[in-house]
T-cell receptor, first 115, second 111 residues
Framework: GAVVSQHPSRVICKSGTSVKIECRSL??????MFWYRQFPKQSLMLMAT?????????EQGVEKDKFLINHASLTLSTLTVTSAHPEDSSFYIC???????????FGPGTRLTVT | AQSVSQHNHHVILSEAASLELGCNYS??????LFWYVQYPGQHLQLLLK??????LVKGIKGFEAEFIKSKFSFNLRKPSVQWSDTAEYFC?????????FGAGTRLTVKP
């Protein structure tokens, strides 16, 4: 089946620094990738939709200048949390949409802790 | 805007009990419907999906779901749960190009 990876799986950073999270579709091309945020014991909240070669579409309330998304190729999307603050600590999950079956496959997530 | 409602926040069952988790959605167009499961410490896994055709969908691990268009519902069922079914279950609706998730239902199965 389709596999989506995320790197890193866990990251701890200091307040004010920036962190980049990578999302890769390993065995298929994904024209569309999604970034979600999951708070403890809560559901996934869609942050943005990323289309290869174009600007990401952000959900209401998500700061585009804080959460920079780049979808440079059909297999890679990156999320950069800029000037991170403790309230940005969360579990970030990406998913990739296959063009064949239009199913979404999820990555394992990245746990970000900002100290 | 589309939305997904899962009415049960936490369900506790004994092994062999039957399970039904509710999911209702609000969306005006054609939708694809999904149930995902998240076992403790693991990432989301697809249980089953409905795109079209037979509204009764069978998924992995003995789960099934029924799409009732008139009720905008896609409830998840399993005739006899096992301790290993303890997990968080998410209903999701995909319309156009994005996917919305319900708040999730935590299922605890007591041995």
């Amino acid at each position: 089946g389709a596999v989506v990876s995320q790197h890193p799986s866990r990251v701890i950073c200091k307040s004010g620094t920036s962190v980049k999270i990578e999302c890769r579709s390993l065995d298929f091309q994904a024209t569309t990738m999604f970034w979600y945020r999951q708070f403890p014991k809560q559901s996934l909240m869609l942050m943005a939709t990323s289309n290869e070669g174009s600007k990401a579409t952000y959900e209401q309330g998500v700061e585009k200048d804080k959460f920079l998304i780049n979808h440079a190729s059909l297999t890679l999307s990156t999320l950069t949390v800029t000037s991170a603050h403790p309230e940005d600590s969360s579990f970030y999950i990406c998913s990739a949409l296959t063009g064949v079956s239009y199913e979404q496959y999820f990555g394992p997530g990245t746990r970000l802790t900002v100290t | 805007a589309q939305s997904v409602s899962q009415h049960n926040h936490h369900v506790i069952l004994s092994e062999a009990a039957s399970l039904e988790l509710g999911c209702n959605y609000s969306y005006g167009g054609t939708v694809n419907l999904f149930w995902y499961v998240q076992y403790p410490g693991q990432h989301l896994q697809l249980l089953l999906k409905y795109f079209s055709g037979d509204p009764l969908v069978k998924g992995i691990k003995g789960f099934e779901a029924e799409f009732i268009k008139s009720k905008f519902s896609f409830n998840l069922r399993k005739p006899s749960v096992q301790w290993s079914d303890t997990a968080e279950y998410f209903c999701a609706v995909k319309g156009n190009n994005d996917m919305r998730f319900g708040a999730g239902t935590r299922l605890t199965v007591k041995p």
